[in-house]
Structures are given as structure tokens and as C-alpha cells.
């Protein structure tokens, strides 16, 4: 038909260990895909649940190739499933959310209407929050669409398509890292001369943490990773400022009382956008706002705590590991 884009082939892949409480989920989020992938990989890193028996009862039912790579991180089973994927085109995704309907078609798209093979779709996430405690979570950790900038936005792989030979030219996902894998493969890109496509209908929604210690450690393998890979360290020392001053003001007691009086407006800046966020949120009540936004500054000093202890963790590997990591990063 005349105008109509090329359809090419698409692989749908994702990394999973000991998820058999929520890969039902996902599952089925795929299987209602307004547009089929040709092909699922699955690369399960060594599940001891029923996460494997759940994934056989699927493959009747899907076109679902399942991979056993006991061990692997998620970079390792990332790059397992792309080798083996048999489509043109990539779409990643994580357990543990499930896709808006319209997702594979939404990120199939800009790809399908690139002819140099240069895009790479920018899905978006939105916070799956059962109770007051994931609503606060997602708000404080999850930016709403609204604050996106399109010309800046890095997605997460939880929702992000692109060409398989994007994948190749930078060497896959980088298998030293445990964490932040992501964020370096779209740096990766980025170098390399792929453009980012914001594509804001293409929804997956993500279950938050359900409380302060997964969350806490969550975090701190986040900073962990930022510090392996030596990134944002201005972001990571301005924390460490911040905390250090507010620390300082507490045992000075009144004779520091110049910073006494930056203490109020600093933590007011610092939640303001999570609280924000809170009370804007759609199909709650007043009430369940109010709770939710006392949440936020618990996690948020949780969040804190842990990227302070995790990102100096990571630092230390990166240096004894020096070479390892420079070699590559090239």
C-alpha cells in the first residue's frame, strides 16, 4: 500500500531471575500486544522458584524462546538474548513491569520510518503503585512525564527499542557492570551516532519497591554502578556537600547558625519536586495524597543514605580495577 512503512522483524527481549510472583504479568502484557513480536528470548540468570515452569506454560502460547544462563547479570543476559534474537529490530523490557498494549507498536514505529537506521525508540515507565507506600515511592523516584525533556531523555532498557546493528557497533551492553548497565549503553549510542526518539506512548508500568530496605538496596547498587562506571560524580560530591553542612549545622548547634537557616529552604528544595508530584497525582483522594507525601522524606534520606555508602563502594572497585574499566569503556 502505497505510504505504508516497511514492517520489519522484531525480537522482545528480557532478563529474569526468581520472578515467578510477577512474570505472569508481564506474560500476559505481551500476549496482548496490539502488534505481535515475531519472536520473545527470555534469559533467565538461575531462577530457583517457579519462574522456569511458569516461562514453558507461556511458550505454547507466545513465540517465547527460553534461555538458561545460570550466573549471568543482567548485561550477560541482555547480550545472550540479543545475539540469539532472530529480528532486525530489538525491544528490551525487565520483569517485573507489565506493557500498555500499544508498547511494541509505539516503539516499532520511529524505527520503521528511520530508512538510515540511526533511531532508537524512548519508551516511557509509569509507577504501578497498589498502596499509599509505592504511590510516595514512584513519585519520589519515577519523573513524571510532564518534567521529561525529549532532546535529553536517556531511557531505562525496561522500555527502549533499537536496530540490532545499534547493539553491535557498540559492543552490546557492558558485562562488567552489575548495575547502570543502561545508562552506559545509551551513552554508548549516543556516541556512536544514534539519535534518541522520545516516544512517550510507549508505557511500561513499574512496580515500585515495596519498602525502605529493597529500596535501600536497590540504590545502593544503582550508586554502586554509577561509581564502577565514573558517572555524574558532581552530582554524587554536591549529596555528600549537602549532607556534610546539614551534619555540620546539627552538632555546631546555635553558634552555626548561618547554616541553621539554609537547613529549612535546602530540605524544602529537595522534596519539593516528589511532593509535587504527590499531590498531582490522578485517582487518589485528599487523604491518600497527604499520607503518601509524609512518605517522601524517608525515602528520600533512605535514597540518600544509600547512594552515599554505595557510590564510594563502586569507586573502589573502578580503582582496582582501573584497566579493566578503561579498556572497556573505549
Given amino acids: 500500500m502505497a505510504g505504508q512503512l516497511p514492517r520489519k522483524t522484531i525480537t522482545l527481549i528480557a532478563t529474569v531471575l526468581n520472578e515467578a510472583r510477577g512474570i505472569e504479568a508481564l506474560l500476559d502484557s505481551m500476549r496482548a500486544q496490539t502488534r505481535q513480536p515475531d519472536e520473545i ?98 513519585a519520589t523516584v519515577l519523573p513524571a512525564m510532564e518534567e521529561v525533556r525529549p532532546d535529553g531523555f536517556l531511557p531505562s532498557s525496561r522500555s ?45 508500568h513499574f512496580r515500585p519497591r515495596s519498602n525502605l530496605r529493597s529500596f535501600f538496596i536497590q540504590y ?45 529552604p535546602a530540605a524544602a528544595f529537595h522534596l519539593y519536586v516528589p511532593c509535587r508530584r504527590v499531590l498531582r497525582l490522578r485517582g487518589t483522594s485528599p487523604r491518600q495524597r497527604l499520607a503518601a507525601a509524609c512518605w517522601v522524606p524517608l525515602i528520600r534520606v533512605t535514597g540518600d543514605v544509600a547512594k552515599m555508602l554505595g557510590y564510594p563502594d563502586g569507586r573502589a572497585w573502578r580503582l582496582r580495577n582501573r584497566g579493566r574499566a578503561q579498556r572497556k569503556e573505549r
Avoid at 121 to 128: H, I, R, Y
Avoid at 177 to 197: K, M
Wanted: one cysteine or more; proline letters at 6%; a negative charge.
Fill in 220 to 264: 545502593y547498587r544503582y550508586a554502586r554502578g554509577d561509581g564502577k562506571a565514573g558517572l555524574w560524580p558532581r552530582r554524587h560530591a554536591a549529596r555528600y556537600a549537602a549532607y556534610a553542612a546539614a551534619a555540620g549545622a546539627v552538632a555546631g548547634g546555635v553558634w552555626i547558625w548561618p547554616l541553621w537557616l539554609l537547613l529549612p
Fill in 41 to 138: 528470548v527470555v534469559v533467565d540468570g538461575g531462577s530457583r522458584d517457579a519462574t522456569m515452569d511458569i516461562l514453558r506454560q507461556y511458550s505454547s502460547e507466545l513465540p517465547l524462546r527460553i534461555i538458561e544462563a545460570p550466573g549471568a547479570n543482567i548485561s550477560q543476559g541482555r547480550n545472550r538474548a540479543i545475539e540469539a534474537a532472530r529480528g532486525e529490530l530489538i525491544a528490551s523490557t525487565d520483569a517485573g513491569v507489565r506493557l500498555d498494549p500499544a508498547w511494541l507498536n509505539e516503539l516499532a514505529r520511529p524505527l520503521e520510518g528511520d530508512a538510515k537506521g540511526k533511531a532508537v525508540a524512548a519508551g516511557f515507565f509509569l509507577a504501578d503503585a497498589p498502596d499509599t507506600f509505592t504511590l510516595a515511592m514512584g
Fill in 160 to 204: 527502549i527499542a533499537f536496530p540490532k546493528d545499534a547493539w553491535r557497533a557498540v559492543g552490546g551492553y557492558p558485562e562488567w557492570l552489575d548495575y547502570c548497565e543502561d545508562l552506559v549503553f545509551d551513552l554508548a549510542l549516543l556516541e556512536a551516532g544514534y539519535r534518541f526518539v522520545w516516544t512517550p506512548r510507549a508505557v511500561v
